[in-house]
């Protein structure tokens, strides 16, 4: 079993920026591929960016590629979501998930088994 516990979100103005972190607990965490998504207030949950086990595969959304960054620290059991030039469009609750998988990095919502309770991000315009 996995737990993920999501920090760092909060209320930034336009053009502002934030970093996520999601801490993972359990078993052999540094072995599972790790997600961000989010979801706005009556949208679908939307993919933002995995990366494999290993940091060397890394996967973004179009509407956030070249403006957000994934990240990981395995020592600290750590995944983190670097948001620069945020835009009011980036408000969402954000969560993090994760799958156990050295062969996969998911983009789908669908193929992963542990998620957080999710951080509030808010961008003022």
């Known amino acids: 079993q996995v737990q993920l516990v999501e920090s760092g979100g909060g209320l930034v103005q336009t053009g502002g920026s934030l970093r996520l972190s999601c801490a993972a607990s359990?078993?052999?965490?540094?072995?599972?591929?790790t997600g961000w998504f989010r979801q706005a207030p009556g949208k679908e949950r939307e993919f933002v960016a995995c990366?494999?086990?290993?940091?060397?595969?890394?996967y973004y959304g179009d509407s956030v590629r070249g403006r957000f960054s994934i990240s990981r620290d395995n020592a600290k059991n750590t995944v983190y979501l670097q948001m620069d030039s945020l835009k009011p469009e980036d408000t969402a609750v954000y969560y993090c998930a994760a799958r156990r998988s050295i062969t996969t990095t998911p983009r789908a919502a669908r193929e992963y088994e542990y998620w957080g309770q999710g951080t509030q991000v808010t961008v003022s315009s």
């Open positions: 359990g078993r052999t965490v540094s072995i599972y591929a």
């Open positions: 990366t494999n086990w290993s940091a060397d595969i890394k």
